[in-house]
């Protein structure tokens, strides 16, 4: 559910026009919806309340400031994997015991300032990253905390892109590597290994991989406690898919249904990791018609926003709902919706029944809140679009859409070029 409806054949974002938006800020942008961000993590609150599990919110889903401070009000912690995205939870007063890191690849930078902080964990991808964090943790005189994040070897039914619970994916290490890992804690002083994380893809619409993958976990856990190796939590990562196009994904009470029975029977603290599930149909992105091509072969809408903006349908082939934003009776069409990048790639639908539209009408494209804005670039010298907030009645931009000058800052054209 979201809170993006037609009213008197107008698309509202809460009690806001949507046109309205544009018409103050522009196009293309992000729009937002507050109660749907709230509604869709008060969810997965209520579903897990038996566990009271802590609900780290995915940032690289969306590291919205506005958005992270929405969920954070709702006491959300926050899954990081960089600098960046622990710099802007501690921007929002994040509380650092609700923050745990993630990423294949943490720089010494990284984990000294993650070391200061004092999160909850560092989720370790390798045995050379645990290797590390031992040795600049005794350099700072500090106890490093850390769950190894296991790879199960489950196949989640995702897009391969979006597969990580695999041996032939690049996370995660395996079972056996783990145990001995385990076994041998002494040589690691200074790293206290309190825990193990799990997280096998994203946009997984049903809970049979991730049953799969925690009775693996839990089978794991009982011959550590026959060895007396003792553990504090279990982090069972996110990846609960959204409906974009026909998915029937389960409900947050599905999946709590599904496998809370497993999770007690760890005795484990447990973490959560959802993102997309939150964010995804949170979020819009709004964009106008620039032209209309008829080529004799097919017929293409040209809009203003393009890949830069909304990456998935070209990297995953991804299906994002197109409407207009007022809908029109007429003459439904087949085009190609498509943008103004020189790639042939640069389309957000193929094929799509829409009414005819003429030159500045404005179009939806939906399911937008997740992996939107934060995959974004500034590819053919294009400045990103604002991103903006409804709460009721109210709208603000929380992102403003960036200038030339920002896109040029740090530039400089090296004196020997300019020597005659």
């Known amino acids: 559910m979201h ?28 729009l937002y919806s507050y109660n749907t961000l709230v509604d869709h993590f008060t969810k997965i609150q209520r579903a897990f309340a038996k566990i009271n599990p802590t609900i ?16 954070a009000d709702q006491g959300a912690g926050f899954d990081i ?54 040795r600049i943790a005794q350099k ?9 994040r296991i790879n199960p070897d489950v196949e989640a039914a995702t897009h391969n892109f979006i597969t990580t619970g695999t041996l032939k994916n690049k996370f995660g290490i395996d079972l056996k590597s783990t145990h001995q890992l385990l076994k041998s804690r002494k040589k690691y002083p200074n790293i206290l290994i309190n825990g193990l994380h799990i997280h096998i893809g994203s946009q997984i619409v049903t809970s049979a991989p991730f049953i799969k993958a925690v009775k693996k976990v839990i089978g794991f856990i009982a011959a550590l406690r026959a060895e007396g190796i003792g553990l504090e939590y279990l982090d069972i990562g996110g990846g609960l898919g959204i409906i974009y196009k026909d998915e029937k994904p389960q409900t947050a009470q599905n999946f709590a249904d599904a496998v809370l029975p497993y999770l007690e029977q760890t005795g484990l603290k447990i973490v959560m990791e959802p993102g997309r599930f939150i964010v995804g149909n949170a979020g819009i992105f709004v964009t106008k018609v620039l032209y209309l091509k008829d080529n004799g072969f097919k017929k293409f809408l040209i809009v203003d926003g393009g890949m830069n903006d909304l990456i998935r349908p070209s990297l995953y082939n991804a299906y994002h709902e197109i409407v207009p934003v007022k809908k029109s009776r007429g003459k439904p069409v087949t085009v190609d919706v ?39 670039s500034n590819y053919n010298v294009r400045c990103r679009v604002p991103e903006i907030l409804v709460k009721g009645k109210e709208f603000a931009v929380t992102k403003e859409r960036e200038t030339y000058e920002d896109l040029m800052r740090g530039e400089s054209i090296p004196e020997f070029l300019n020597i005659s």
């Open 56 to 71: 780290c919110f995915a940032m690289k889903a969306n590291d919205n400031l506005a958005v992270l401070k929405t969920l």
């Open 338 to 376: 498509v943008g103004p990048i020189c790639e042939s790639g640069d389309f957000f639908g193929k094929e799509r029944v829409l009414p005819a539209l003429k030159k500045g009408d404005l179009l939806a494209v939906m399911s937008a809140g997740a992996y939107g804005y934060v995959m974004s």
């Open 140 to 148: 700072m005189g500090k106890v490093a905390p850390v769950a190894l």
């Open 3 to 30: 809170d993006f409806k037609f009213k008197r054949q107008e698309l509202y974002c809460e009690d806001v026009k949507v046109a309205d938006v544009a018409q103050a800020a522009g196009t293309p942008f992000y």
């Open 81 to 134: 994997v960089s600098m960046g995205e622990l710099r802007k939870a501690l921007t929002i007063k994040a509380d650092p015991q609700k923050i745990v890191f993630a990423s294949v690849g943490k720089t010494e930078a990284e984990i000294v300032f993650a070391l200061t902080t004092g999160i909850l964990f560092f989720n370790v991808e390798s045995v050379p990253e645990l290797e590390e964090i031992n």
